[in-house]
C-alpha cells in the first residue's frame, strides 16, 4: 500500500507510521520529496482494516491499496476462462449460451407455451421467476414454490436447463432442488448472507450485477460465493443506474471486455432489463456476441400485453425466433475469429 | 394513469387500449390533439401490472400513473409526523436524537469506553454493528451473537437503547432478543424478504436509503415492513452513489424536508457513512438540525486509526463531545421556531 | 401537457387551470377521479414556459409534457436517415466511416506519420486536435492554428478529410477554412452560443454527446444547429460520467439504436474517450458495428507512451491496422443483412 | 507520481520506468514487493502528460498522481478565506451575503418590483439572467443587452450590485460594462476560452459547479480564471445531476465544508436550482448557513405562475421576505460561534 504524507508532516508522524507498517507485517520504504514525503509499504496482501487504520492516523493525507481485492476469481489465478457445464451445456467454452423465458412465471399455459416455444428456436436454458423482487408490496410477489413445480415440468418436456432466482437464505434448498442455476437479482448482489448459503450448494450460481456496483464489488460479491465453496459462478451484466431515464438502466457493455480481462469467470448479457426496450434488445445481442459475451439472458412472453410484469421489454415468441436467426452469423463469425 | 398514443395510432388500436382499461375497472377518457390522441384512466389506484401491460399495446408510445404508489407512509394518509418511542426516548416528537457507537464492536474495552463516553456527552442511543457487510469476504464479518451480547450489556451500565444491523431473515429473531432498533443497511434496501420479516416483529427498525435508490423506492420499501405489520419505521439518509469521488457518498439533505413533505415517519441523517471523512461531520450535523430531521447518526471510536473498520469516518469520544455541545444551541434554536 | 391536481384540489383551482390552458392556446378536459383530478390539455406543441407555469399554480401537483420537445432532427419530421457528405466519403447511407487519429496534433512528424499509416489501413477521415479542452490550466492547451495547418497539409498528402475540434464562438471561422468537420466536445454540448455560430457555417458538425447529457438534450442541442440554418449534423456517443471508475466513462451503446429510432441524424461511436483503455476499442468497435453505428472515432498514435495526452487509450499504428481487419467482416455482415 | 508495475514485470521493463522518470526530472524509487514492484517518482509536481505517458508504457499496471492538481486556489497557497469586494458587500468575510432576483430579466415592472422588495427584504446582491442557456432552442433565450440595462437601472433604484450571467466570450465585454459580478453558468464551468477571457476582466466572477463535475474539476476551472489574472472567484454549489429525479438536481452540501479545507475561496449555494423546488428552499437555506456556506443563492420572482422559466423554484415577494427573517437568528448563532 502506499501511504501519501500531509505536506507538513513531521518526522515523528513519519516514524509513527513506519512503526505501523512493521506491525502489520510489511516492510516500510520511505521516500522524501519536495514537496511530500511518501511511505510505501509491501508484502503479502494490502489488508483493508490496515489502510483504513493508516488513514486516520496524524499527518497522513491519504493511503490506497496497490493490489487487486479479490484473489480466487482474478484471471491471475486461472489464466483460462472457466467452462461451466449447466446439464448438457456448457457455458464459456468460447460458444454463446442463450437463456430465454417470462419475466415471472405466471401459470402452466403461460410457461409451456414459451418453454417449447424458445426451445425450438434454439435457446440453451430457461428462464423465469418464482420467487419476485418487487420495488413495491402491492405487485405480484411470484407463484413461489408452485412457479418452481411448473419450470421442473418444463424442463422434462423440453430438455432445457432451468435458471430461476432465489430472494432469501430460508429458500436456498428448496430453489436448488429445482433450479439447474440459481440466479442473485440485481438487488441481492451485496446480500452477503445469501451469497455464503450459495457457496454451500453443488449448482452453479449467476450473480447479476447491482444496480449500482462497481466491477470491483461485483468481483468481490462473486468471491464470497467462491471462497465459501462454489467456484461454479456466472457473471451477469444487467445494466446499471445512471441519470439517462430514456432507457430503464445503462448498459455497461465495456463491461464484457473488461471482465474478460480481469476474471476467469463467464460472462452473460441482460439487454431485457438493461434497457426496458424490446426494440432495442436484437441490436444489444448482436452487439453481446460482438463483445465477447459467453451468452445471453432475454425475455420472452406469448402475449407481453398481458404480462405481469416487465411486458414492455419482452419478445414476443416469433420476435425471439427471429432473433436466434440474426444471431447466428454473428456467433459464427466470432467462432471463425478464435480460430 | 396516462396513456400517451403513437403520432400515428389507429382507431382500432386507441379503442383497444379503452376496452382493456375497462376491462381493469378504470373509466378511459379519450383527447384528441391535433398531434396526437391520449387516453386518461381515472379510477382506484394506478397498478403497476396494468401500466406495464398498456405499454406493450400495440399503438402506444408511454404509459405512467399519476398517484404516488406508496400509501400507508405517505403524509396523505396521516397529516402528523409518527413518534415512536424507543426506550425512554421518543423520535419524530420535534426533538433530536443522536444515535452514537463505534461501526463494528470489537470488544467488550472499546464498547464500554464508547457507550459510556458517548452517553455521558448526551447521545440517546448507542450504535454498534454485530453483523456487518463488508464488501470483500476478507474484511472482519463482525462479532455476531457476541457483539449483540456486549451491546445488551452497555445498555444494562448505561442506560442507552441499543440500535444494531441485522442481515439475514435468520437472524432477526435473535438480533431482535437483544437490539432496541433494528438497522436495515444501505445494501439490504430491496431485500424483500428481510422487509417482510421485519414487518412482523413489535420493534421498531431503521432503514437506511439504499445507495442508489430514489425516495420513491425508498418509501416503498418502508411500505413493506408497514404493510407486514410494523408500523414503527425510521427513515435514514446516508448519502447516495454519484460520480463523486471526493468524498464516500454524497449526502442528499434535500432528501429530509422533501421526505418531510411525503411522509409521516421520521428522518435521521448519518453523515459519517456519507462522507466518510471525520471533518465533515459536525458542519453536516449542524446542517441536519437546521434542515428538520429528527436525529443524527455519528461513528464514533475511542482510537479511530485502530478501528476495524470506518476509522477515516470516525469521531474520537472528545470530538464527539464537542460536537454534542455545538449542537445544542441549534436544536434551540430550532425548537424555539416551531413555538 | 398534462396537469395533476393536488388530492384536496378545489373546483376554483381547477377551473383557474383550464382558463390559463385556453389563454395559452390550447383545449383543456377535465378528467375527475375517486382521489384526484386530471386536466389534459391538447394542442399544437407542449411549450415548456406554459408547463413550468402551471407548475406553479396553486392546486397543481405536477405538470408534464406528452410531445417530444425536438422537431427538425426527429424521426417524425424524416423517417429515412440523413447521409451526409464529407469529402469523398458520405456518412449515414448505411456504410461504417471510420474516423482516426492522435487526440493532439504534436508536430509535423507526429501527423502525418499517423495520417499515412491509417489512411494505408482504410481509415475514412483523420482526426486531430489543435484547440484541446484540458481541464487544469497546467496541461498542454494545443497547437492553435499551426495544428490546423499541418492538418490541412495532411489532407493534401493523403485525401483524407479531416474532423477537428472547436472550442469558441471565435474561432469557428478559422477553424471552418481548414477543416471537413467541425467537432463539438464533450464539454460544449450545451455551449448554446457556439452551436447558433455552427448552425450558421455550411461544413458538417459532429457533436458529441455532454458527459452526464440524457438523450433528450442531446438532441435538443443538434435541434439547435439545425434551426440555425446547418442540416448536416453527425451525432456521437463517447461515453457517459456513471459512479463507476474502472472505465473513463461508460459507454451507452443502447444510444445508439436508441437514437436510430428517434432522429435521422447519423451516429458514431467513439470507444477510446468512453473507455480510456486501449484494450477495450477493439471488442467494442466490432460492438458499435453490430449495434448500427454509422462510424467510429479511434485514437492512433505512432508512440503511444509518448503522447501528449490520451496514450492509454491510443492505438498503435499497427493495432489500428489491425482494428481495420477485424471490423471487415462485421461490416460485411450487417451489410449483406440489409439486403 | 506511484507506478504500479503488473504482476509478472520484467527487470528491463523496471529499468526502463526509471529511464523515463529520471527524464521527466524525478528520482525514481524502486520498491520490491513479494508480489509486485512499485516505483515512486518524487520531484517537483506531477504533471499529468507524465503519468499518462507512463501509464502507456510496457509492464504498467497503474500510474497515478500524489499531489492535487490545482496550486492557487489552493488552501496551502493561502490558508485564509479571500475576502472579495463587490460593491459596498463584502463576501467571504464570516458574513452571510445573500443574492436574489428572478431567474430571467422579463420586463422593467417584473425587475423592478423584484429588486425594490428583495432590497427591502435584506438581500445583498441582484441576480437576473439577460443571457439565458436553455435545454431547448424554441425556449426563452433571454432579453441581452435590454436586460442588461435594466439590471443597472435597478441597481441605481436599489444600491444593489448586480450579478449575471454570461455566455459566450465575444459577450464578456459587454456584459462586465453593466455588472459587478459575472457568473459562469453549470453547463459553462469547461467552458475554457471563456474561463481564459473571465481572467482578463477585473470584476469577480462567480464559477457555478458543472452538472456532473468533481470537486477536483470545479477547483481546476478555478484555477483557469486565477491563473490567467483574476483572482475574485467565488464558488456556487448548485446540485449535480444523479439517478434521483425527485429534485431536479441534488445538492451537494458536503462539498461546502469540503471546499472550505481545500480552497480559500468564498462558496456559495443555490438551493433553487439545486431541487427544482419552491418548498425546499427554506430548509436548505438555512442548512446552507449551519454548514458554512459564505452565501446564498435564491430565485425570487412576484408571480412565480407567470414566471418565463423557473416558477416552480422562484420563492414569491413575501416569501422571500420570510426567509431573510428565518435565516437571522442561524446567521447570529454561527457568528457567535467564531467569536
Known sequence: MIIAMQSGATDEQINHICDRIRGFGYMPHVIRGEERTVVAAVGHGDKKEHIESLKSAEGVEDAFPILQPFKLVSKE???????????????????????????????????MTTAESVAKSGAHLLRGGAYKPRTSPYDFQGMAEDGLKLLAEARDKTGLAVITEVLDT???????????????GTRNMQ????LKKLGEINKPVMLKR???????????????????????????ERGIRTFETATRNTLDLAAVPLLNEL????????????????????????????????GLMAEVHPKPEEAWSDGPQSLRLEEFAQLMRDLEPYVNLRKSESN
Open 170 to 184: 430460508g429458500d436456498v434448498e428448496l430453489v436448488a432442488e429445482y433450479a439447474d442455476v440459481l440466479q442473485v
Open 191 to 194: 446480500n452477503f448472507a445469501l
Open 263 to 294: 476474471t476467469h469467470l463467464p460472462v452473460v448479457v441482460d439487454p431485457s432489463h438493461a434497457t426496458g426496450k424490446r426494440s432495442l434488445v436484437r441490436p444489444l445481442s448482436k452487439a453481446s456476441v460482438a463483445v465477447g459475451a459467453d
Open 77 to 111: 489465478v486461472r489464466k483460462q476462462k472457466s467452462a461451466i457445464k449447466i446439464g448438457k451445456v456448457t457455458i464459456g467454452d468460447g460458444g454463446f449460451v442463450v437463456m430465454a423465458g417470462p419475466c415471472s412465471v405466471e401459470g402452466r399455459d403461460q410457461l
Open 210 to 236: 447491482g444496480l449500482s456496483a462497481t466491477i470491483k464489488e461485483f468481483l468481490l460479491s462473486a468471491e464470497y460465493i467462491v471462497t465459501h465453496g462454489n467456484p461454479n459462478v456466472i457473471l451477469c
